[in-house]
């Protein structure tokens, strides 16, 4: 089964239409996407469906991630917005900040000792 990948304006559950695709990791794909409700630009995140691991596994590590971060409550960290499926694509609807990425943010930032 080859790997769902969101298109630019697809709508999912009638709430969010995606803009972009941002990036890909080992789990998932990231997308760019516009809220119809809060009218704000919100993260996307959805579960690869991987042929050569354990879907299962996958679903649990990808869901607890999501329900974990939910349970945080401070301003430097996002919020998450929804939990669901859309065309049996888990997804994890959340804040959206615009800035540097961690990782690039981290390569300039780092003293040399």
Request: charged share 20%; no cysteine; net charge negative.
């Amino acid at each position: 089964m080859p790997m769902q990948i969101l298109t630019e304006q697809t709508i999912i559950n009638n709430r969010y239409t995606v803009i972009k695709q941002i990036t890909e990791g080992g789990m998932s794909y990231i997308y760019l996407a516009k809220d119809s409700i809060s009218g704000s630009n919100v993260i996307i995140k959805t579960l690869k469906e991987q042929k050569t691991t354990n879907r299962i596994e996958d679903l649990i590590r990808f869901r607890s991630e999501a329900n974990a971060v939910s349970l945080l409550n401070h301003d430097s960290v996002i919020k998450i917005i929804e939990i669901d499926t859309f065309n049996s694509i888990q997804f994890i609807a959340m804040e959206f900040f615009d800035g540097i990425p961690l990782n690039e943010f981290s390569k300039n930032n780092i003293s040399n000792n």
